[in-house]
């Protein structure tokens, strides 16, 4: 099979469809074990920091989400110009089944590291590079979907979220190049930085675990919600039937 | 255990912070479920009802 040929196969709702359903398992399974190991490795088996002491530990939820929160807006950004180019359906399904994940955790991480600041800092927040940009993430994915609903016709939807969603993307390398492009009260790169990770395999383990984890939970949670999106779109009754076993539904 | 709960004086940060990550875990795969349900139930209605004109239709 071509390149091509296996690509519109894929491209084809019906068969990503059923893809989709088919990989949640595979993706569900090692983003529990992996997440639940991470965590118990952070939370139990790390040391203590020799700075921080305990609190430190807030960074195997906090830095997850962080990379959460901007892989999602990558993809989002991502499927939202190659539907806007190609017109492809299911690139829009993506986007939009990406966005509340990805507001979800930007979310979450803006959450932890302000309960994380207040012991560290002395401060909930600060109007920093590195916070102000995430927060300015956060406000990019609610207007995305307010947006996205502010529209009845699907395809409507679809484009005009898509332009706020590509040119958003500036804010992607701002957000992890503020640590070093400004002077921020939030610590520089650990784990992705020059010189290798400044952190004792004993903590720099579990913090890796819980990264593939939460990639992993995403994944899952992206084909549950791609399904729905797809089903949104998808006006032809015939595979609908076939999609979902319907066969009660003709009689 | 005890020393292990008291978090070194952190425990009000370090549980809260994983409450709140399992809170919005768990709304991700509840939101995540349920956009899924409401889908598949609209999209059997509209077989439903396609499936009710075409016998109309028949002869």
Redesign the interface.
């Known amino acids: 099979m071509g390149t091509w040929t296996w690509f519109h196969k894929l491209a084809s709702p019906p068969h990503f469809y059923r893809i989709a359903g088919k990989m949640i398992p595979w993706y569900a399974i090692p983003a529990v074990v992996l997440i639940v190991c991470g965590?118990y490795g952070g939370?139990?088996l790390a040391p203590?920091d020799y700075q921080q002491?305990?609190?430190f530990?807030?960074v195997y939820?906090?830095a997850p989400?962080a990379w959460l929160s901007l892989l999602c807006y990558t993809v989002m950004a991502t499927a939202a110009a190659v539907g806007l180019v190609w017109r492809i359906k299911l690139a829009h399904a993506l986007a939009a089944a990406t966005a509340?994940?990805g507001a979800?955790?930007a979310?979450?991480c803006l959450?932890?590291g302000s309960?994380?600041g207040?012991?560290m800092w002395g401060t909930w927040w600060t109007w920093d590079a590195r916070l102000t940009s995430q927060l300015i993430l956060l406000f990019l994915y609610l207007g995305y979907q307010a947006l996205r609903s502010a529209y009845d016709d699907i395809t409507k939807a679809d484009r005009a979220s898509a332009v706020l969603a590509v040119v958003g993307v500036v804010n992607v390398p701002i957000i992890h190049f503020s640590v070093t492009w400004w002077n921020s009260l939030h610590q520089g790169a650990t784990v992705i930085r020059a010189g290798g990770p400044a952190m004792p395999p004993s903590m720099l383990i579990p913090l890796i675990l819980c990264f593939f984890g939460f990639t992993f939970?995403y994944a899952a949670?992206a084909c549950?919600?791609v399904?729905?999106?797809v089903?949104?779109r998808?006006?032809n009754?015939h595979w609908?039937?076939d999609a979902?076993g319907?066969r009660g539904?003709?009689? | 255990m005890q020393t292990?709960f008291a978090?070194?004086?952190?425990a009000a940060?370090?549980w809260?912070?994983?409450a709140?990550?399992a809170l919005?875990?768990a709304?991700?795969?509840g939101?995540?479920?349920q956009?899924?349900r409401?889908?598949?139930e609209?999209?059997?209605r509209?077989?439903?009802m396609?499936?009710a004109t075409a016998s109309s239709r028949a002869p």
């Open positions: 965590v939370i139990v203590a002491g305990d609190a530990r807030i939820v906090h989400a509340p994940i979800s955790f979310l979450l959450a932890t309960i994380w207040r012991p939970l949670l549950v919600r399904q729905a999106e089903l949104r998808e006006r009754a609908l039937q979902m319907a539904a003709k009689e | 292990f978090m070194g004086g952190y940060y370090v809260s912070s994983y709140l990550a919005i875990v709304w991700n795969v939101s995540a479920v956009s899924h409401q889908a598949r609209r999209a059997l509209q077989v439903a396609a499936a």
